[in-house]
Every structure is written in C-alpha cells, then in structure tokens.
C-alpha cells in the first residue's frame, strides 16, 4: 500500500529522479500515473481529463453553474457537459436550446417541464438517480424541489455553452414592447415590471404537490415521455461491479445520446474494449481510477481520475477503466448515439478462431480457448 505521506516523484524503478520543486504536489498526488506513467505508456495523447473544479464557476441568485466544454478539454468534440445546483425553490428558468439536453440527478430532487411543437406538455417529479431528456428546440425549465438539486447536463455538441442558451426572459428583454403587447393582447402597463435582461437562474418558492401543478393541453401530453429511472432499472451485475445502459431502447426519447451507469467493485476493471461509432465522454461520481487509452500506432497515455473529473476517449481508441481505491468507482460513460455499442477485446478473441489469436500473441491454444465467449464489461 502507498504512504499517503509520501511525496511522489517522477520515478519508476531506477529510472528518473526526484523532482525538488517548484511544483503543485497536491495535483502530482491527483495524477500519478502522469507522473510517473507505466513502462507501457509511449507517445503523447492529446488532453483527456479536466477536473469540473477547474472549471469557472457562474454563481446566481437561487444556484450556481459550471462547465466543461470544448474550451476547457479540447480534443472533447462531440459532447459538452455542465454540472448546475438550484436552491430550495429556485430556477433554471424557461428556455431552449440548439442541442439536446441529457441529464442525470446527481443528488436532491426537481420539477422538469416541458411543451413541444404541438403544445403537447410534459411536468414530472425527479430524484437522485433519474435522468431527463429534451429533444433541441423544445422549450423547458427546471425548479428545485424543498431539498435543492445538483444535476449533470450533457449535450450533443461540444461546443455548446450554457451562456448562449435561448432564455423566456432575454427573448422579451430584446423585443420591442409595444410587439409583445400587440402578440399578447395586453396593455402597455401590463408590462412596466418585465426583466430587462436574462434572469438565467433565480430564487423561488417551492412548487406545490405535483398533482396541483399539472396543466391540461388541449393537444395532450407528450407522446414520450422524457424522464427515466436510471437507479431503478436492474443493473448487469459482473464479477468486479454492475452496469446500467440507458439508450433508445429503453428510453425511446433519447434519440441522440446514451450512457451507462458504471460501478467497479476495488480492484476491479472496466474491461479493455472500444466503441466502434463514437467518442466517449465520462464523468466521474464517486471514487477513484486510472484509465489507459491505446491510441494505435504504440501511442498510449495512463490518466487518473477522482470525482467531479470529466474523461474522454475519442473514437475507437482501446481503453480500460480500473479502480484504484478502497470504494466503488462510479461512473457515467456518454455518447451522440442512440444506441450503446462497444466492443469487447475478450469477446471479439473468444469468437475468434483460437489459433489465430494464439499465434499473434505467441500464447497456448489452451489459454485463448479458456476466454469466455460472452461479454464481461466488468471484471475483478
């Protein structure tokens, strides 16, 4: 076991040497597997970790709000994420976005609402454990339930921003009175007290009972509904943890974006595998890791994560996760796909013919043929 006390140094074996500083120990402790990578780490991989508390935070009245987008990790194209907080009551108020919306509770519970196209609505109650999703261009809100919320918000695009969304409040700022009262019907000093700019995140009272809220359209409620149970849905369980995929197949509203729920035991693995469609985007709940990315061509980097860290793998890259600590490593993996697919290297072997693998990897027949032929994404 490793002396916490110990200041780590760019060291492995006899190779390296100390380094007597200046330098930001507390990181080098955070990260040391860019320290002092493994003899099998060669090459230099782009960026593929930025810690959400790196991140500027956007504090308002009733919550706060920071990201990680394209600008803070780079090589993250495809997805865009944003750790947001509501008080007791408070609002992330009306408004719409360009992308889709994907969201999982991290802790605390909320009122989500929504009316589409058709005028059709949608308002539900969710907690810890529950994701939503908003298709692009359909207008919502969210408001926090008496014990406040803190929730993760993906989205298909990653350079989207949560300071360039469509707000109710702005779109009414910036429009001439006198066309708001004319679309309205109403009387120029109906509108004396309207917000002359965006009011973004605000405080509230606590909505009432679901049931007491709720508004009849005429055109009905969604077809769809847009929140799931995530933590409710049985998980795969494994040797070495449990998942949980939530794609379009079980929640057929999420029609560009999935993810899996991951949880390894100590010592466990998320198994070495690829996705063949897409990059990934994780964000890390709770414990701790390291994840090796083979990037082809003998290129490989090792990085470690804690929670609140957002990691990213791009396109069919080989890569395992592995717990490093005394307590699961939770997980989410996310991509611009409706559907989840990887690839396990196990699988593809197993289902391979056993000769072929034996004589690439110079092993026995034996040992190939000893590989299980079904899929494993987790193991001890």
Known sequence: MSNPERIPQPERGLKGGPDVGPRNVALDRQNPDLLAPPSTDRGTLPNLKFSMSMAHTRIEDGGWTREVTQRE??????LAGVDMALDPGAYRELHWHKQSEWAYVLSGSC?????????????????????????????????????GVEFLLVFDDGQFSENATFMMSDFFAHTPRSVIAKNFGWTPE?????PEREKYIFSGQVPPPLERDQVVSPTGDVPRTFKHRMLAQEPEYFNGGKARVVDSTNFSAADSICAALVEIDPGGLRELHWHPTDDEWQYYISGQGRMGVFASSGENGTFNYQAGDVGYVPFAYGHYVENTGNEPLVFLEMFRNPKFEDISLSQWMANTPPQVSADTLNLPRNVVESIPKTKARITA
């Open 111 to 147: 009122r989500i609402g929504a009316v589409d196209q058709e005028g059709r609505n949608f308002l539900e109650d969710v907690e810890k454990g529950d994701l939503w999703f908003f298709p692009r261009g359909v207008p919502h809100h969210i408001q926090a339930l008496d014990e």
């Open 190 to 194: 109906q509108l004396d007290r309207l």
């Open 73 to 78: 990790l780079p090589i993250a194209s495809e």
